[in-house]
């Protein structure tokens, strides 16, 4: 899958999208295990997001404790 630089927000509503997919009663087991893969792969993009936030936050942090 290419990378989309989605913000978290839509990640997290792609995510709910396809928790609310995965509960329909009418889902083949193909389509679940599709649908588990494409969910694996946008947790993993915002675990990414998160990680870049909070490597950007420290540096922030630091430069400020820097400056004082």
Do not use: H, P, W
């Amino acid at each position: 899958m290419a990378k989309e630089n989605k913000t978290i927000d839509e990640l997290f509503t792609e995510l709910d999208t396809i928790l609310s997919q995965l509960e329909g009663e009418e889902v083949s087991l193909e389509d679940s295990f599709r649908l588990y893969q494409k969910g694996m792969y946008l947790v993993k993009e915002c675990n990414q997001s998160i990680d870049k936030v909070e490597k950007d936050l420290i540096v922030i942090s630091e430069e400020l404790s820097d400056g004082v």
